[in-house]
């Protein structure tokens, strides 16, 4: 797919030298490199995390940011906010950690007996697999997916949608936070919850619910052991690693949360970032690549005003 | 990219019922499952490592097995074996650790006097970012890519061609094995290798060698502690990572060597498992997607003959 016809509908909207980006190979090597484009952006460019649909995965070796994604999982948001809300993750454990694939985790009680009580959450509920597409902002990507016939960002996050259904849905793309499910589609509450640590398994889009996605902090889940029993299960409680808590950041006081600001992604600013990565002008790149897939666009992140 | 041109093509040669892989919900699940597709496979479908083109990477973790890729880049594999047979990786170390990229390994040596000398291996080579198609055994995925205008397996090898240019090339999935170089095209030798460890980096894909990939113990270099440094580079020495040696297999005597069977990329036994790949037939899966990426097809390893 040197070009794709949406592509060249998009391109051809952009100065007269961005249709050489339809050729082979593109040598649009002219712009802001990706640091210049940053460096540029105004304050307006930038939006506060939500500290009402953020959570903190609080682990021995640091906190790991997450954003939740109200706009297309609303009830497993608020059934995930509620189970932390009730301390539900404080103590349990990170089980699994499948190497290029996901790091999981929740109450490693394997007998139903002994398992931590679901108190006012609920203990299952309906998939939110996808959503309609009407009614929500989408920036598109132009350079076409392998697993969905449009994809680009909505309010944050890497999404994909189809015209044709009137649906639009999350992509697994690296960081993505998901829930946990058994074989039935309604059987999985939040109460496990899994993060993407490998290339996109793309293929568990709109099989699986997806909450959010991890800002800050992944590497504290990616670098971890792997797990060498099946689907990278930990075979040994000894191998755990344990949740000290998880926390809403509204609930921690204001000097303890971790104030970050994301580059919005409905502005001219990350188009023009979109743009920096689809030809990357560093003086590295001796062939700049005219395209970019959904999960290699990176989204920026950077302290709060009040911390720079 | 619901169902690309080249999918229709491919998929019409096949059964009707598999024409519905090209509706929006592509009902596909009958057929084997992965896991079938391997227990029905015969001895003629694997192929061993030629040890004449393996290298082992041995940490004090353990052994990381890596396939060489002569077909495509002649030049380095000559040269990266004559460097680990005069012993220039012995004792240097893993450097550089980036989340979501790459693991990098080398001399830490900065000050050039002090560096490991290479002796008869030479110190920079031409590029070999793509090679003829002509002459390549290509077996062709049906469902499109960002990057390339066809994506494929060629020799067991993740690779992309342009039937315009004539060219084909490896592309950078999960795995692949590299020639670090500076910012000229030819300042790479093999003295410095990276590994990619996270989504693929396929804006890389041209822009520097690749010349093999990991076939086994990828997650010993995977869930290695990230760098902090600029492009994920340990800050401090006592971070870097030591390497024992890298040694080319056919120079390790036969019982110490990792005897590994790999799935043939050009059979109808991988066709059914890349079928069994794009429309899961797991009892978990609610939705085959219909499709797969050149970087989610999983290839199949397995202990050679003697071993199981």
Redesign the interface.
């Known amino acids: 797919?040197?070009c794709?016809p949406a592509a060249r509908g998009v391109i051809a909207a952009l100065a007269a030298t961005a249709l050489l980006a339809c050729a082979?190979r593109p040598p649009l090597t002219v712009g802001p490199t990706s640091a210049e484009v940053l460096a540029a952006s105004a304050a307006a460019d930038w939006r506060p995390l939500d500290p009402e649909n953020t959570l903190y995965l609080e682990l021995t070796s640091g906190r790991v940011v997450l954003e939740l994604a109200p706009a297309f999982a609303p009830n497993h948001v608020a059934n995930i906010k509620t189970l932390v809300r009730e301390g539900y993750f404080d103590g349990l454990a990170i089980l699994r950690?499948q190497?290029?694939y996901v790091v999981q985790w929740g109450d490693p009680a394997e007998d139903a007996r002994r398992q931590r009580p679901i108190r006012s959450a609920k203990a299952s509920l309906p998939?939110e697999?996808e959503r309609p597409l009407a009614g929500l902002p989408f920036t598109p990507l132009p350079?076409?997916?392998?697993?969905?016939?449009e994809v680009g960002h909505a309010g944050g996050f890497p999404a994909a949608r189809?015209p044709?259904?009137g649906q639009a849905w999350l992509a697994h793309?690296?960081g993505a936070l998901g829930v946990s499910r058994?074989?039935t589609?309604d059987s999985g509450s939040g109460a496990g919850l899994y993060v993407v640590i490998?290339?996109?398994?793309?293929?568990l889009?709109?099989?699986i619910t997806l909450a959010g996605r991890v800002v800050q902090g992944?590497?504290l889940l990616?670098?971890?052991?792997?797990g060498h029993g099946p689907l990278g299960f930990y075979e040994k409680p000894s191998q755990h690693v344990r949740i000290k808590a998880m926390r809403v950041a509204a609930d921690v006081p204001a000097p303890r949360r971790t104030e970050l600001e994301l580059l919005r992604t409905d502005t001219p600013t990350f188009a023009a970032w979109v743009a920096s990565?689809r030809n990357?002008r560093e003086?590295?790149?001796?062939?700049p690549?005219g395209?970019?897939?959904l999960?290699?666009v990176p989204l920026p992140v950077r302290a709060g005003a009040l911390r720079r």
Chains 1, 2 share one sequence.
Request: charge should be negative.
């Open positions: 797919m040197p794709t082979h950690v190497d290029n998939p697999f350079d076409g997916d392998v697993y969905a016939p189809d044709a259904s793309c690296y058994g074989d589609v490998g290339h996109a398994p793309r293929h889009d709109r099989n992944i590497d990616s670098a971890l052991p792997r990565r990357r003086a590295w790149f001796a062939q690549t395209h970019v897939a999960c290699n």
